[in-house]
Structure formats: C-alpha cells, structure tokens
C-alpha cells in the first residue's frame, strides 16, 4: 500500500473515529478511574484482531500487532479527563457533572484506534505496539504502566498531543525540550495567633504567606538565569480561623515548572532556603517541602526527524511548523523518554474559528485533526520500519 493508498484508506474510516471520539467525550473519566474507557479500547483493539493486554498500570491497555521478535516501535496515547465542569453546549458534550475531556485525550484514544486499524493492514518488518495509558493528568500513569513493564521490547516511541495555538492540518515538530520538568511545593508559615485589634503582639501568618508569594516571584528574576524559565504558581491558600484573629498558620501548595533538569534538581533547596528567610524577616517560621512530579520532554534528534520528515510528506512543507520554544506544561510521556528514544509532536487543532486553551471548559478542538494525526504516525511508523531495517541489513 502506498502513502496515496494509505491516505485515502484512513479518510474511509474517518467517520467512524469521529463517533469514538464524541463517544468517550460523552463519557469522559478521571485518572485512575479510566474503567469504561479501557473496557471500549480493548473490544475494539481485539476486534481489529490486536493482541490486548488489560490492567496495565492499573487502568492501562497495551496492543501489539505484528512480528515482535525483532522489537517494536510504540505508539502512547493517554485515556484520562479533567475534573471541570464543560460549558461548550456540543451535542456530545459531558453527561458527567464536573467531569471533561479538556485536554484533547478523547482525540489521542481515536487517533490511537485509527493508527491500529490501519496498521493491521501493512506488512511491516517490526512489531507496533500502542500504548493506552491513564492518569497522565496526574503524571503517575507512565510510571505506572512502565512498572507494569509497557516498554518491555521496544525499541522507540512517538508521542502525540493536541495543541490549540496551531491550526487544523498542521504540526508542530520541536527539537530538544518540548515541555518542562514540574514539581510540587507546599508551603506551611507558623506565626503567632493574637487579636486582630492588636497585631503587633502577634505574627501574621496570612500576611507572611503574601510576603513568600510575592517575594518568591521577586527573586525569580533577581536571582535565577533568565535565560532558564522557571514559573511557580501557588494554587492554594489556607488558612485562618476567624476574621479578627490573627492567622496562626497558613498552607500554600503550588506547582514548579523549569526546563533545564540541572536547575531543576536542585530547585528545592534553593526555594527551602529563600521561602524560609523570607518568612524569618517577619518573624515566622518556614516548612518547605518540594516533590518532583515529571521530567521533562526532550525529543530525541533521530525520532524527531522522522516525524519531520513524515509530517512534510502527509502535510507539506509550509504546513509542519518548528516550534521555538518549549512549553512550560508538563506530560509524564517524559518517563517513557527516559526509558526508550522517542518524540512527540504537537497536532493542530484550531478551527476558523479558533480554539479555546486546553484544561478550558470551553476548549472545542477541531475534530479533522483525528484523521491528521493518524496520518502522520502511521507513515511515521512505516518510515521508521524502513530506517530501522536498512540499518540492520548494513
């Protein structure tokens, strides 16, 4: 089957990825949770006559197809929703309160369901196996499921994921880091309680906790390279106990982004130690604890031009664009980098009309991106069959 062939058969079943698509969009599920979701992926996988392995990293599915004793190219998608309520009026939209497919998974899952369907129908040298992966939300399902042993017998993996700043019908291809590294900070201030009347016999804890947010932003840029980005944001705020005493105690707890790995292994101490002079200054004290969440995603050279390559072949030339700069959002498909060489690549999904931001209740991405992105993994898949076989045979 040639490219025109193959282009023309994956159009022919478009419609049917579509009806997926708006199908588990109708029914999204949060990580972890990812049950119904796995149950629809593995009876349409075994009926395509894929060989389905269930309860991979707890809610996972993994298929292969094809000769496996030569090693397998991989393909991961991930499976899970968003906890926000969906304002987007569709005809599918949530019939889940509080629960959203905001993030374009629902379109990875019939991406990845149309990559299998044609792939069963070549005759390709290496096996392929595609990966259906959960809680990437919550960066544990890639560890969950390389645990389980998911990368066992791989040789390479593509990647892929919806990106509403680029139109429909095209590709973003990013060389080196495509997102950064992301941490969780909590941070616990103790001050003095005492009577609002009277602050100055007490600490205020709410007004260190304003102090360690605004300083810590302050220091960033006085402090730290910024030719290395790095952006914390504190998500939550707790603390107090009535309007007219003063707060013992407050919690922050916010999130770490950083693309260079070298500062960002060492970003937790440096935080402890400025968090806590701040909070020293005025009299309180600090507990600072950092938790690395995900690495980040650092496109290998090789697997990056293949899908270059293949995306200039599918799309054309003016339609695969080189992103500058990497994103400062985080997805755990960085574990599997650091298990096998791999890329990911980002799918237009903007329409005329343009496309809200992902993790939006809004966010509508145009659906002709599905049958785009399968067209660019499998002819991907099959270049780098091709590469791989040359290779051997010199």
């Known amino acids: 089957m040639n490219s025109e062939q193959l282009f023309k058969e994956i159009d022919s079943f478009n419609d049917e990825l579509i009806n997926l698509r708006r199908h588990i969009h109708a029914h999204p599920e949060l990580s972890g949770l990812e049950n119904q979701t796995a149950i629809l992926i593995s009876g349409y996988l075994k009926d395509l006559g894929w060989d389905v392995t269930e309860s991979i990293g707890r809610t996972g599915v993994i298929a292969d197809f094809g000769p496996l004793d030569k090693g397998m ?17 569709l005809s599918f939209s949530s019939k889940v309160d509080g629960v959203m497919h905001a993030c374009g998974h ?10 299998a369907k044609i792939v069963k129908n070549l005759k390709l040298n290496f096996g392929t196996r595609i990966i259906f992966q959960p809680a990437e939300e919550i960066a544990s399902g890639a560890r969950w499921m390389i645990k389980d042993g998911a990368t066992k017998g791989l040789t390479h993996i593509f990647g892929v ?17 495509l997102t950064a ?6 941070v616990e201030i103790k001050g003095k309680s005492g009577h609002g009347a009277r602050p100055h016999e007490g600490v205020d804890a709410i007004w260190v906790a304003s102090k360690v947010i605004s300083g810590i932003q302050e220091l960033i840029t006085r402090k730290l390279d910024p ?13 107090g106990s009535a309007f007219n005493v003063l707060a013992e105690k407050v919690n922050l707890i916010g999130t770490v982004r950083c693309t260079n790995l070298k500062l960002f292994k060492n970003i937790g101490n440096w ?30 050279s090789e697997i990056n031009r293949v899908l270059r390559d293949s ?9 695969v664009i080189e992103l500058q700069k990497p994103s400062l959002g985080a997805e755990d498909f960085a574990e599997f980098l650091n298990e096998i060489p791999g890329a990911m690549f980002r799918l237009g999904v903007s329409s005329s009309n343009g496309c809200a931001p992902l993790h939006s209740s809004k966010f509508d991405p145009d659906e002709k991106a599905i049958a785009v992105g399968v067209k660019v993994i499998t002819e991907s898949i099959v270049k780098l069959n091709k590469e791989i076989l040359n290779k051997v045979d010199k």
């Open 106 to 115: 629902d379109l990875h899952i019939s991406i990845g369901l149309g990559v």
């Open 181 to 186: 590294a992301a941490g969780e900070l909590n």
């Open 73 to 89: 190219i991989g393909l991961r998608v991930d499976m899970d929703a968003l906890p926000i309520f969906e304002k987007t009026k």
């Open 227 to 239: 030719l290395d980005p790095v952006v914390i944001t504190f998500g939550k705020i707790n603390g």
């Open 161 to 177: 994921h919806v990106f509403p700043e680029l139109s429909v019908g095209t590709i973003g291809i990013k060389e080196g880091s």
């Open 271 to 300: 935080l402890n130690d400025n968090i806590s002079s701040l909070a020293n200054s005025c009299g309180a004290e600090a507990k600072v604890s950092f938790k690395e969440i995900t690495p980040p995603v650092n496109n290998n």
């Open 311 to 319: 995306g200039i072949k599918v799309l054309g030339q003016e339609n």
